[in-house]
């Protein structure tokens, strides 16, 4: 190396080093960054995860996304701007108009002037302003009867709206139990679908070995009979399908969007039923439609007073305020010839306003006194059918739990009864009819017993229903 001394050789050297470094360095950099994009895309092409909700979040789902609780919300907001405006009635009211436009001339005083009344051969313009102030002092009721009856009213639109939330929860109840269900009865009927095939197999072997204790007749049972749990299990497919469908709909999810429910097994909810008594007397105190009626009755009978109200007079401070002005029209200050184009002028006093006409006001009376009436009838009707329809969800609910315990016991039974009888036709000591009956006894006392269950939960949902007390009952 001619020509190039140590001290340039370690300096070239050293550069040399520090570029394969950070060249190293560039690499690992660019490779986390591929790294790092790969994940990225793996993750998007992954199925999103399901969601998995228990009952108690299904309803909450339902409850933030059901459009009848929005609708009922705006009830309630118009109900709060109904006593809004009733209580605005009781401050000023001002009303201010203005004017501008041409106006013949006007010259001299009130003494003489040389322009006409009538003249148009000078033309003018003007603008005024008049500005006036009513403030009630006393209305005989009409105000405060108003307010009473709009306060009433948004009682009325909380409770109705307590209502609409109360009528959502059983049918998301009804959907979601509906899907546990459909599942118990398909795994009912895949186990006896199985059951079936393995006698089938069975039976077929001992045909075929002659055995006196099958008949080719009993392959056409088992094929008939596989074809019937076949169908069943067809129909609680599609039910399953439906009912989740429904519960997605009602809870907000798309209709290809993955659900899971928290639960697994279909089983029973709730406490032990109490006395019916027991339900009676809290549906007094917490059925909304109870609250509505009550409510209503009080607003109907504010609008009856304040309806008799309009019979009699208004008392109030009012005031007013004018001015006008015009250049080409002289000021004129006799208080006898006023001017209404160049003016200021002004005052205040105390008013009173009657308005009276002929049947026109008892008319109002009579239409709000039939409301009040129509509303006592509808009360008299609630407590009359509310305690009918409690007194119908708890001997469902009676009758549900009585089935559970019947049906649960005839299945327990029914299924010793199966596994005897395939057990003796696998040992070719027993005949193929009582794989039959015990099969087909078993799936419908467990069939029987899941929809026991299912009504039992159900009969629950609606008895907490009538009784106004749906954060009660699972």
């Known amino acids: ?3 190039i001394s140590r001290s340039d050789l370690a300096k070239r050297t050293l550069r040399s080093s520090r570029t394969a470094a950070i060249s190293g360095a560039s690499c690992k950099t660019l490779g986390v960054l591929v790294l790092a994009a790969a994940l990225l895309l793996a993750a998007e092409r992954l199925p999103a995860r399901a969601e998995s909700l228990d009952v108690r979040e299904c309803v909450a789902r339902a409850l933030a996304n059901a459009p009848e609780v929005g609708e009922a919300q705006a009830d309630l907001a118009l109900s709060r701007a ?19 436009g041409p106006v013949p001339r006007a010259r001299g005083n009130q003494v003489f002037s040389p322009d006409s009344i009538n003249s148009t051969g000078h033309w003018t313009w003007f603008e005024r302003g008049d500005a006036t102030l009513v403030q009630p002092i006393y209305s005989f009721g009409k105000i405060s009867h108003a307010m009473s009856a709009a306060g009433h009213g948004i009682e009325v639109e909380k409770a109705r709206q307590e209502q609409i939330r109360n009528e959502i929860v059983p049918k998301v109840k009804e959907y979601y139990y509906g899907v546990l269900l459909a599942r118990e009865l398909k795994a009912l009927l895949g186990e006896v679908r199985d059951d ?12 075929e070995q002659n055995s006196e204790n099958v008949e080719e007749a009993d392959l056409y049972k088992l094929d008939a009979f596989s074809g019937e749990v076949g169908k069943y299990l067809a129909e609680a497919t599609k039910g399953e399908t439906l009912a989740l469908s429904a519960l997605k709909a009602k809870i907000g999810l798309a209709p290809a969007a993955t659900l899971e429910l928290a639960d697994t097994r279909l089983s029973r909810v709730g406490e032990p039923l109490a006395p019916l008594d027991a339900y009676l007397a809290r549906a007094k105190e917490r059925r909304p439609e109870f609250r509505q009626v009550s409510e209503g009755l009080q607003a109907r009978k504010e609008l009856v007073a304040a309806a008799k109200a309009a019979r ?12 006008a002005h015009s250049d080409g029209r002289d000021r004129v200050n006799n208080p006898w010839v006023p001017d209404e184009f160049n003016h200021f002028w002004g005052g205040l006093a105390l008013g009173l306003r009657w308005k009276l006409d002929f049947g026109i006001t008892s008319a109002k009376i009579s239409q709000e006194q039939a409301q009040y009436d129509r509303l006592i009838a509808t009360k008299a ?8 329809q409690i007194a119908k969800f708890y001997d469902e609910g009676v009758e549900a739990a ?17 596994v005897t009888a395939l057990a003796n036709f696998d040992f070719g000591i027993g005949p193929a009819k009582e794989i039959f009956d015990s099969l087909q006894q078993y799936a419908k006392m467990r069939a029987a017993y899941f929809q026991s269950i299912y009504n039992y939960n159900l009969a629950l949902a609606n008895l907490s229903y009538a009784v106004g007390e749906q954060d009660a009952m699972r």
Not at 82 to 100: H, V
Not at 197 to 204: F, G, I, T
Not at 317 to 323: H, I, R, Y
């Open 1 to 3: 190396m001619k020509g």
């Open 82 to 100: 109904k006593l809004d405006e009733a209580k605005g009635w009781r401050y000023p009211q001002i009303e201010f108009l203005g004017l501008t």
């Open 196 to 207: 079936l095939s393995q006698a089938r197999d069975k039976a077929r072997k001992l045909l």
């Open 312 to 323: 009699y007079p208004d008392l109030f401070v009012g005031g007013m305020l004018s001015a």
């Open 381 to 388: 009707f609630a407590d009359q059918n509310i305690p009918l």
């Open 402 to 418: 009585s089935g559970m315990e019947s049906t649960k016991s005839g299945y327990e039974s029914s299924k010793k009864w199966a």
